[in-house]
């Protein structure tokens, strides 16, 4: 395969070009972003590009790139504005498919990371969705809009290229102890966030369980959309008591007005669609994924015990490796150098492992 890897220089583009990097059957990766990527990499190529991937055309069709993983899509809206976040999710995928769709274009596969915030989250939803289901309601937030847009994109792609294995895969809340999300530093802080008079139902996917299911589809001929999510679902309270935390209740009338409090007050910043998460919950069934094979290392009780031994064991014994810093000279050394050994690439102790 030669495989392009969209959003290098975040936490998921990083992580999965290191599994991709370990693959036999994988002869060239080629990662591209605007910032640099978090992880040492061993032999994946960095193109540094717009947030609108203008480039790809170009990139595709030279590099002869047949497999994409299309990793870079905003689900945070803390982390964004909202005509960066439009220019990512939506201009920049719209490039993607015109460079995997283009005439010349080798592209055989198209996977794409996605989210249940999709679904949206109301009191009127059902317990859990199916990857067949739509929204009860219209998209509140710009977040919930841009997801919506994406996937219309995705799926008209798929419609008008039948010789491309097009796998969309939408996350659950994600936990784990090497990345941020909104609900791991709420669940970091001392005092958790809660909506009084409200418990409701949460499900969770592990870090792990992301780049895997990533890999599988990656590895596999498995067209369609699948939800990704680990068992079960549970009450936000005993997430809550699982890390070993008191609340902090908001009231259940102008909750956004006290979230804008807690925002100014520099303690987190819940965006609307997190607030309708700690009110109403959501659950979407995973089980179509897992007919097709996957095989989850975590349940959602699981993924949030993982989580909670994770900050018990950073509050005993710190960090566990100190933060990487992409330095094009010294990658550059380390490849390409006659004077480089292959053990001096080693990682040494307290650096990341590099994968493969």
């Known amino acids: 395969m030669r495989v392009l890897i969209t959003g290098l220089g975040t936490f998921w583009g990083s992580r999965l070009a290191q599994q991709v990097e370990a693959l036999d059957d994988v002869d060239v990766v080629i990662g591209v972003d605007t910032t640099e990527p978090r992880l040492p990499m ?18 595709v069709s030279a590099a002869g790139i047949d497999t994409i993983l299309h990793t870079h899509q905003i689900v945070d809206s803390t982390r964004q ?29 198209l996977v794409v990371k996605s989210s249940t915030l999709a679904y949206g989250a109301t009191y009127q939803d059902p317990y859990f969705f199916r990857e067949s289901m739509g929204r009860v309601r219209g998209p509140r937030t710009r977040v919930e809009r841009s997801l919506l847009e ?23 809340n994600v936990l784990g102890g090497d990345l941020g999300t909104v609900f791991s530093r709420a669940l970091r802080l001392p005092f958790v966030p809660e ?11 592990h870090e792990d369980d992301v780049i895997g299911a ?13 939800n990704v999510a680990g068992d079960g679902t549970l009450p936000w309270s005993e997430v809550r008591s699982i890390v070993g935390k008191r609340s902090i209740p908001l009231p259940p009338v102008l ?42 290392r975590y349940s959602s009780v699981g993924a949030v015990t993982a989580f909670a031994e994770g900050l ?21 050394f380390f490849r390409h150098s006659p004077s480089v050994r292959p053990a001096a690439t080693e990682p040494s102790e307290g650096e990341p492992e590099r994968a493969g």
């Open 81 to 109: 504005t909202g005509r960066t976040l439009h220019e990512i999710n939506v201009i920049g995928t719209m490039n993607l498919l015109a460079a995997a769709g283009a005439p010349d274009s080798m592209v055989r596969k």
């Open 312 to 332: 018990r064991l950073e509050r005993t014994v710190g960090e566990r490796h100190p933060a990487y810093r992409y330095e094009r000279d010294v990658e550059t």
């Open 214 to 226: 990533l890999l599988f589809a990656t590895r596999h001929e498995i067209p369609g959309i699948f």
């Open 150 to 172: 994406t996937a219309g994109l995705v799926r008209d792609f798929a419609l008008d290229n039948p010789h491309v294995v097009v796998t969309k895969l939408r996350f659950s």
């Open 195 to 205: 909506i009084l008079g409200f418990d409701p139902p949460m499900q969770f996917v």
């Open 42 to 59: 061993e032999r994946t190529e960095f193109v540094r590009t717009d947030s609108s991937y203008s480039i790809l055309n170009r990139i």
């Open 255 to 296: 909750t956004s007005v006290a979230a804008e409090g807690l925002r100014a007050l520099r303690v987190i910043d819940l965006p609307p669609e997190t607030l309708a998460l700690l009110r109403y919950g959501r659950g979407v069934d995973n089980s179509r994924y897992k007919r097709a094979g996957f095989r989850y």
